[in-house]
């Protein structure tokens, strides 16, 4: 099969559609597909694949470095027209997502749309009325769904939010993939890095942006050293993001000191030796779908206390793999001080956490979205 994947960010950007369709073309080629990616440029990134292509882009804001496609290119439509795909694959309803869709039309081939994103908690993002954009982006949603031929999500509960949005097309739930690692990274050498000893690590990954509540992170994370004293616990924050300088300040102002650890950010393959040297992993975050760096944390056997937030309830099992906490600084805190203070229930959540990443590896998961563009193929050729 020659799939064709629109997708309005890739490499070298890391967050969590990037990762989703890296994994999924990783999947995809190993079983033998043919995989090509259309993304927007990203400065003077050279890609060290083939088959993709890259639409010229302008920065979306200077909030945050996130190129925005201008979705024409000659050359690309030249390479169109040569291309004989079997399906288009969208993970955008904007820009390249409508783009790629009019090129499946044209084409006579389907269209599968995954729907990844709560866009109305980046409207911060957008210099317009909050109120506005959201009307916009739950429109362009709808429209956007109801003209595809098949459409996806990570989670029950995004599904439940495009039904909100009055979607009536059938909405297919294939969680996002992750790697599973045939050889689990016991984190000596990042505990070195970093002066670890016998500290508990806690440890939260991903983008650092306002959507993400790591400030309510950070005072929580004050609210445990007041409990059980410094040089017993440390923070790690890995990775980058608009927000890094103010959670720095923040951190500064709660006094915590170098029990706070900003890694700034790390590569994507380098993150599971990360992961290995945590005791909990931590999330405050209500604006995920089905946030990659969870699966990851699960797959690394580390288990999970986070906020009831639909990214956590769809995947973590409260006293099984990890806690669900309400999201104030005690409940957080003491669900932490009690899960560390416990060897025996970390143990047994650990081995849940790794078994409940095998469901979602990436070669079971791109296997699903084979099989669903297989169905969606048969039905458009009996129209």
């Not at 060290?48 to 190129?67: F, G, I, M, S």
């Not at 939260?204 to 509540?213: D, P, Q």
Request: overall charge positive; aromatic content about 8%.
């Amino acid at each position: 099969m020659r799939i064709g994947i629109f997708s309005n960010c890739y490499l070298p950007m890391v967050n969590g559609v990037v990762g989703a369709v890296t994994l999924l073309r990783q999947g995809f080629e190993e079983m033998g597909h043919e995989v090509h990616i259309f993304a927007p440029a990203f400065d003077d990134y050279i890609d060290q694949e083939d088959h993709v292509y890259r639409y010229p882009a302008v920065d979306l804001t200077r909030k945050v470095k996130y190129p925005v496609a201008v979705p024409f290119s000659a050359r690309i439509n030249r390479v169109l027209d040569q291309l004989d795909l079997d399906i288009i694959h969208c993970h955008h309803p904007f820009i390249l997502g409508p783009l790629g869709h009019r090129i499946a039309k044209r084409k006579k081939i389907p269209t599968v749309y995954t729907f990844h994103t709560q866009y109305e908690q980046y409207s911060h993002y957008i210099p317009l009325p909050a109120k506005l954009v959201n009307w916009m982006s739950r429109r362009q949603i709808y429209r956007f769904c109801q003209a595809v031929d098949q459409i996806t999500t990570p989670a029950e509960s995004a599904q439940q939010l495009l039904r909100s949005y009055g979607v009536t097309k059938p909405v297919t739930v294939i969680p996002n993939p992750t790697l599973i690692p045939t050889k689990q990274d016991d984190g000596r050498a990042v505990r070195a890095r970093y002066g670890l000893q016998d500290e508990k690590l806690l440890i939260n990954v991903g983008r650092i942006a306002a959507e993400k509540n790591l400030a309510l992170l950070l005072r929580v994370f004050r609210y445990l050293l007041d409990q059980a004293g410094p040089g017993t616990i440390k923070l790690m924050i890995v990775g980058d993001g608009p927000e890094l300088g103010n959670l720095v300040q923040l951190a500064r102002e709660l006094n915590l000191g170098e029990q706070v650890i900003f890694t700034g950010l790390v590569a994507p393959a380098e993150v599971s030796q990360y992961l290995g040297a945590a005791d909990l992993f931590v999330m405050t975050s209500f604006s995920e779908v089905k946030p990659l760096a969870q699966l990851e944390a699960l797959a690394a056997g580390v288990p999970i206390v986070s906020v009831k937030a639909p990214g956590a309830n769809d995947t973590i099992v409260h006293d099984y793999n990890g806690l669900l906490v309400d999201a104030d600084i005690n409940s957080i805190g003491n669900a932490i001080l009690s899960l560390l203070a416990d060897p025996a229930r970390q143990i047994r959540f650990r081995e849940a956490a790794r078994q409940t990443a095998l469901r979602y590896s990436h070669s079971r998961i791109a296997a699903e979205y084979l099989e669903l563009f297989a169905k969606t193929l048969a039905l458009t050729k009996n129209k």
